[in-house]
């Protein structure tokens, strides 16, 4: 399979969507002084995160799978080589830190829950609404829904593939999904626990949006355009919002947009370690906050907003160092090992 070529600009809203959950998590621990809309709408930046991840799998696999060179266990391999090292380690790491702090009378934890958790987690079924609450390294739910999304991706883009208007699809299984949920009295952006039914309906989305948009071209007029849509469908609704990032993911993708002012390398590289930054912030938050209250005395919720540019460089650092020494490597020896079985 001939390799596709990185599309620069989606690898860069990847870094801006961890670092939106990041400061969506962070933003309690310092009350009002981080209390602003854009901060408490973080939680799309995993909705982005799904309708980019259906996206750009449809852009490497859609072809292959049109010529009938798809390989569905080499898929899924790669698929849990690329998330399961950064998930076992912050899993266990997160075990520690709680564990610790339990022990060390520092917070009040129930480690027995914690304990029961550990299987089910290191097996990725968090989203099957196995818990009624986050346990371990909390992020990770979201790591379960996408293999649930990717043992699903080939009959998916198999029928999408047979689709006459696929975009057409892909919005009405999102709409159908949002309504019906809103309509029991569920919202459907708030699902973690059972966020199968929150994952599809974007995965979907992002599969039809590829399909529909795979050949076109557009110029600096549309581009600018596109870009305008998908910001001011940002300040609607959470449903509309959704809709935004859509626009956004098909206009940098149609534009073909390559990035070349002097940010390029820094913005490219948040993107590709985008992965470790959304698992290791969970960690960070556990014990940077801890220390900050304990060493200077603040009380849960009043921390100085001087303090976030330090969490987020934290952040930032703490997940090069898991890309660099966990995510590569883990996913090379898995993929090594799998090839000379």
């Known amino acids: 399979m001939t390799a596709q070529r990185e599309q620069i600009g989606l690898t860069c809203i990847r870094g801006f969507a961890a670092l939106w959950v990041v400061l969506y998590h962070f933003s309690g621990h310092f009350g009002p002084a981080l209390s602003g809309e854009f901060v408490q709408r973080g939680h799309l930046g995993v909705d982005l995160f799904f309708i980019l991840s259906g996206f750009i799998l449809a852009y490497v696999y859609l072809a292959p799978i049109e010529k009938g060179a798809f390989e569905y266990r080499v898929f899924l391999r790669k698929r849990f080589a690329r998330i399961y090292p950064v998930h076992a380690v912050t899993m266990i790491a997160a075990f520690i830190i709680l564990a610790g702090g339990s022990a060390a009378g520092l917070s009040n934890v129930d480690i027995a829950s914690e304990v029961r958790a550990l299987v089910p987690t290191a097996l990725m079924l968090q989203a099957y609404g196995l818990f009624d609450k986050l346990y371990l ?20 883009a198999f029928a999408v593939l047979r689709v006459r208007y696929p975009l057409v ?40 949006l590829f399909q529909a948009c ?9 581009t600018v355009g596109g870009l305008l849509v998908a910001l001011i469908l940002g300040f609607g609704p959470n449903w509309i919002a959704v809709l935004g990032f859509a626009v956004l993911i098909a206009t940098l993708f149609m534009s073909d947009w390559q990035l070349t002012f002097p940010g390029q390398r820094a913005l490219t590289h948040l993107g590709h370690i985008s992965y470790s930054i959304y698992m290791v912030h969970g960690l960070i938050e556990m014990t940077g906050f801890k220390v900050i209250e304990r060493v200077f005395g603040y009380g849960d919720g009043v921390v100085p907003i001087a303090f976030l540019p330090g969490m987020l460089i934290v952040t930032i650092l703490a997940g090069h160092l898991l890309h660099r020494w966990i995510e590569v490597p883990g996913r090379t020896l898995i993929l090594r090992r799998r090839r000379s079985a």
Not at 174 to 180: E, P
Not at 214 to 222: D, Q
């Open 137 to 156: 390294n909390y992020p990770s739910w979201s790591i379960s829904a996408e293999f649930f999304a990717y043992l699903l991706f080939w009959p998916i």
């Open 169 to 208: 699809l892909g919005v009405a299984v999102f709409l159908a999904f949002v309504a019906g949920l809103e309509a029991v009295g569920v919202d459907p952006f708030e699902l973690t626990t059972f966020s199968l039914l929150r994952i599809m309906p974007e995965f979907i989305l992002g599969i039809t």
């Open 214 to 222: 795979r050949h076109v071209a557009i110029g600096r007029t549309a």
